[in-house]
């Protein structure tokens, strides 16, 4: 959302809001259209059982998924949560629908205690369906609920604070990709299975693009508070570079996966997505100084981990339901 709409919003709230409204300005805070994110690695694992055991339960998955988006929206939450914090968001002057965070802190449409508190209640209804399917299911469950919270909780948490770290990419890497996978495998089998876990690898990679390919306008406020994530420690410029390199490793996974027999060979129709992949990398090497430039390579960064993830998904489950 860009300054404007943080303006519109802030004198809006001089008024009460109606009920309609709050409900939209809540949706927009939880950041409700990127859950996808969430999502995809659900369905991932799901159809990765489906393929090996012919097994589907639309019960568990559902509970699964309720259980994983809750988590996600209270990741989103607490980030907005501690960037409104630590001044970040209050001097981005590069905010898009994309990136900079939601703009209801800075405009003072929600208060920071409750949306800190709404955080924590996403945290708690994912413990609680996490808690349920442990006890259930398998505690397996457990270990792979709170790595997978805990690594969304201390992205920008102070004194942790992973992005600082310049590490924050790889615990997003990790919390929206292999552990999703496999949390729902254990769901619905009651089964670890390490493939598993390493057959999800390039789902988190392209959810980790997403974020790598967003830091690049937020480079200037970022720095100045401290998150040292790797477009800050590079520069846009050779940062640039990193972009194709993520989404040479997310294919060559993917390639390696099906070679080994991780991935059913219906899985290549992710790769359909090079296309997308190549002309947004052409843009983010042609304007890595220009953020305005970049906003079309943010999007189509969202549509090849959506667009990839729903392929993969398709191709393993095709072949489940072929075999």
């Known amino acids: 959302m860009d300054g404007q709409n943080v303006q519109g919003t802030s004198a809006?709230?001089?008024?009460?809001?109606?009920?309609?409204?709050?409900?939209?300005?809540?949706?927009?805070?939880?950041?409700?259209?990127?859950?996808t994110a969430a999502i995809v690695p659900v369905l991932f694992g799901a159809a990765l059982v489906y393929w090996e055991r012919g097994v589907f339960d639309l019960v568990l998955l559902l509970v699964t998924m309720a259980g994983t988006v809750s988590l996600h929206a209270g990741t989103n939450m607490i980030n907005d949560y501690f960037d409104y914090e630590n001044g970040g968001d209050?001097?981005?002057?590069?905010?898009?629908?994309?990136?900079?965070?939601?703009p209801f802190l800075i405009g003072g449409v929600l208060e920071p205690k409750k949306v800190f508190l709404a955080a924590l209640t996403g945290f708690g209804i994912g413990a609680a369906i996490g808690l349920y399917l442990a006890w259930t299911i398998s505690w397996w469950i457990l270990p792979v609920g709170i790595a997978g919270g805990l690594l969304g909780?201390?992205?920008?948490?102070?004194?942790?604070?992973?992005?600082?770290?310049?590490?924050?990419?790889?615990?997003?890497?990790?919390?929206?990709?292999?552990?999703?996978?496999?949390?729902?495998?254990?769901?619905?089998?009651?089964?670890?299975?390490?493939?598993?876990?390493?057959?999800?690898?390039?789902?988190?990679?392209?959810?980790?693009?997403?974020?790598?390919?967003?830091?690049?306008p937020d480079m200037e406020a970022d720095a100045s508070v401290g998150k040292r994530h790797w477009v800050v420690r590079l520069g846009r410029k050779k940062a640039s570079v990193g972009y194709p390199i993520i989404l040479c490793a997310a294919y060559g996974w993917a390639a390696i996966a099906i070679l080994f027999s991780l991935l059913p060979a219906l899985a290549l129709l992710f790769f359909l997505t090079i296309p997308l992949a190549i002309k947004a990398s052409k843009v983010v090497l042609s304007n890595p100084e220009n953020v305005r430039a970049l906003l079309?390579?943010?999007?189509?960064?969202?549509?090849?981990?959506?667009?990839?993830?729903?392929?993969?998904?398709?191709?393993?489950?095709?072949?489940?339901?072929?075999?």
Request: glycine share 14%.
């Open 12 to 35: 809006g709230a001089k008024e009460p809001a109606s009920f309609g409204r709050m409900v939209k300005i809540w949706l927009l805070e939880l950041r409700a259209p990127f859950f």
């Open 90 to 102: 209050a001097i981005n002057n590069a905010r898009t629908q994309f990136n900079g965070g939601t």
């Open 153 to 216: 909780f201390l992205y920008i948490a102070p004194k942790v604070n992973l992005a600082r770290r310049g590490v924050g990419e790889i615990g997003v890497c990790l919390g929206f990709g292999p552990l999703v996978v496999l949390g729902t495998y254990i769901v619905l089998t009651g089964d670890v299975n390490v493939p598993v876990f390493l057959a999800g690898v390039p789902i988190g990679l392209l959810i980790a693009l997403v974020l790598y390919i967003n830091q690049f």
């Open 296 to 323: 079309p390579a943010q999007a189509m960064t969202v549509q090849i981990h959506l667009f990839g993830g729903v392929l993969l998904t398709a191709g393993i489950a095709l072949s489940g339901f072929l075999s």
